[in-house]
Nanobody, 123 residues
Framework: QVQLVESGGGLVQAGGSLRLSCAAS????????MGWYRQAPGNQRELVAT???????????NYADSVKGRFTISRDTGKLAVGLQMNSLTPEDAAVYYC?????????????WGQGTQVNVSS
């Protein structure tokens, strides 16, 4: 069983910063992508940022247009974990942020989700 544990959400004023963290544990065959998605009330869940493993040493980051230049996703080289540094936050960034891991197993591709962490931005 794979578990994703998120942390770092909270309340911040507009223009402020927060850092989210997500750590994976359990039996993971061959992870391909880890990243962050968010869902605001009444909206669909949307991609925020992901990091994909192309080779053992090559990784590629991908960002939603709305967060480019403000958010940075990073990978912990010591363990299977990712962080999301969020700067210049606006009220439009308020949402529940979910960590997702995509694993290529012998039985096919499996997606795992964290429980979500709330980010609130006051104007």
């Amino acid at each position: 069983q794979v578990q994703l544990v998120e942390s770092g959400g909270g309340l911040v004023q507009a223009g402020g910063s927060l850092r989210l963290s997500c750590a994976a544990s359990g039996t993971i065959s061959s992870w391909r992508t880890m990243g962050w998605y968010r869902q605001a009330p009444g909206n669909q869940r949307e991609l925020v940022a992901t990091i994909s493993r192309r080779t053992e040493t090559t990784f590629e980051s991908n960002y939603a247009d709305s967060v480019k230049g403000r958010f940075t996703i990073s990978r912990d080289t010591g363990k299977l974990a990712v962080g999301l540094q969020m700067n210049s936050l606006t009220p439009e960034d308020a949402a529940v942020y979910y960590c997702k891991l995509t694993d290529f197993t012998n039985y096919g591709v499996r997606d795992y989700w964290g429980q979500g962490t709330q980010v609130n931005v006051s104007s």
